[in-house]
């Protein structure tokens, strides 16, 4: 009995010591550094959305932008690492200690205890590893599920592995390419809410006239062609997302050589179509694989998720007027950059050397803001060819991780930011209501994306 009391205490220390169990409520935080394959080819073989009824990759893996010596995958990955050091300060109560001394920099507030379960979907990138020619670069990198290149069977992408943490919370950090004369900055990615496709369907149908379009908050949709317009491009996009393929420029008619995949079923998590979906889907007609507007039914369980109050709490709606609490995250974070940055960077007339503009968000069908049911913080934290502003978020690395960690911290619990001059933008210091998220329908949504 006396030897059981003995080790009773000693694990009672240590996990007390560790933080292994210390009183806080605990919240799953995803940190994903964006990108970290290549470019390989052909792509039909490496590239990336592997489509399970061709056999095929659909588009190349997407490595990331790079300007002279810069490279997205590997600062991304440099800035994603701090973060998940400072949040994870808060898995002891020591720890904990600390990160209230960094929180106090940008708070009176009282920092409560909180426990951040911190993951990266990352570690590494593929030029720290030699590869045989013909072997697959992009295996740990990928958003989507794809087959082993010498097994075939099936691998976890990203996204998958993503949901199977049933996160509350991913903080997804790129840099952006810009153009000659672009004021840099800084910019949130959002993916619309369903509301927002059908109307673009009705549009696209003739159903609804162009000028509701027009005034949407959601105008300013990605030019991802270039020579079409915002509302083309955006019609382009409701293609891909109700039927996988995209149309022509009228937005009136499929064109069956540009097939992108059923993207909800290129991932493992519980709103993939059941066993059988692929004989249906080569069977097309009305339905869910339909190749027209006038056909398509949305039926099962990923419409009906697109269609439900989570995720029009996710892309709808919120503080920031549009965009749900997704684009809230992202804008509140990118705020709080800012904010910290403020400090460190003034001249000696006493104003702040300022970083560029927090731009408007970017519009389009994104992958992580779409296929998790995380709240996804989707941020362009910077463009990698301004000089201005690389030299100082790379100039800053624990300043900027800093100021995300407590904005991390704020979207939980919500704190007051300190009053400064000069700053061109202040945190709003709200929180996210994950709760409502935890208790819908009497099931924990964050839970339900891998049950």
């Known amino acids: 009995m006396k030897y059981h009391s003995i080790i009773f205490l000693y694990i009672l220390l240590f996990s007390t010591s560790k933080g292994f169990a210390w009183d806080a409520p605990k919240f799953k935080v995803i940190i994903d ?76 507030s009282e920092i409560k205890p909180i426990y951040f379960d911190s993951q990266l979907t990352r570690t590494d990138d593929y030029s720290m590893f030699t590869f045989k020619d013909g072997e697959d670069m992009n295996g740990k990198y990928r958003l989507y599920d794809f087959p082993d290149k010498k097994t075939g069977k099936k691998q976890l992408g990203r996204i998958s592995w993503i949901n199977q943490q049933k996160p509350h919370l991913i903080v997804s950090i790129h840099l952006n390419p810009s153009y000659p004369g672009h004021p840099g900055g800084m910019a949130a990615v959002i993916a619309p809410p369903y509301a927002v496709f059908q109307k673009l369907r009705l549009i696209s149908r003739g159903k609804m006239n162009d000028s509701s379009f027009a005034k949407s908050p959601y105008y300013n949709w990605l030019q991802f062609v270039g020579n079409w317009s915002h509302l083309e491009n955006a019609i382009a996009d409701t293609w891909i997302y109700f039927h996988g393929y995209w149309p022509d420029k009228s937005g009136k008619k499929t064109d069956k050589s540009k097939f992108t995949g059923y993207r909800h079923n290129m991932i493992t998590w519980k709103y993939a179509d059941p066993i059988g979906w692929e004989k249906l889907a080569k069977l097309g007609g009305k339905g869910p694989y339909a190749v027209s507007h006038e056909d398509f039914i949305a039926r099962g369980s990923f419409w009906n998720r697109e269609r439900g109050q989570g995720e029009k709490w996710r892309r709808s709606g919120g503080r920031e007027g549009f965009g749900g609490d ?80 407590v904005g991390i911290y704020s979207l939980f619990r919500g704190i007051k930011p300190i009053k400064k001059k000069y700053m061109p933008y202040i945190p709003q210091g709200k929180k996210v209501g994950f709760e409502k998220y935890e208790t819908l329908d009497k099931k924990n949504y964050f839970h339900e994306v891998a049950e």
Do not use: W
């Not at 399970?52 to 990955?77: D, P």
């Not at 690492?81 to 990160?99: A, C, H």
């Not at 997704?326 to 104003?351: I, M, P, T």
């Open 33 to 108: 550094p964006g990108h970290g394959g290549y470019n390989q080819s052909p792509f039909e073989e490496f590239g990336d959305k592997y489509d399970i009824l061709s056999g095929k990759y659909l588009e190349k893996f997407k490595q990331g932008a790079s300007y002279k010596e810069r490279h997205e995958r590997e600062i991304v990955l440099m800035l994603s690492k701090e973060v998940n050091r400072v949040l994870d300060l808060t898995k002891t109560e020591s720890g904990f200690l600390e990160f209230k001394k960094i929180a106090a920099k940008y708070t009176k």
């Open 326 to 405: 997704n684009f809230y995250a992202s804008n509140e974070l990118l705020r709080f950059v800012q904010y910290g940055l403020s400090d460190s960077l003034r001249k000696e007339n006493g104003r702040p050397i300022k970083l560029g503009p927090i731009q408007t968000p970017y519009i389009s069908t994104y992958s992580l803001p779409t296929y998790t049911n995380a709240i996804c913080a989707f941020l362009e934290i910077g463009y990698i060819d301004n000089d201005r502003d690389m030299k100082i978020l790379m100039g800053n690395p624990k300043i900027v991780a800093e100021s995300l960690a």
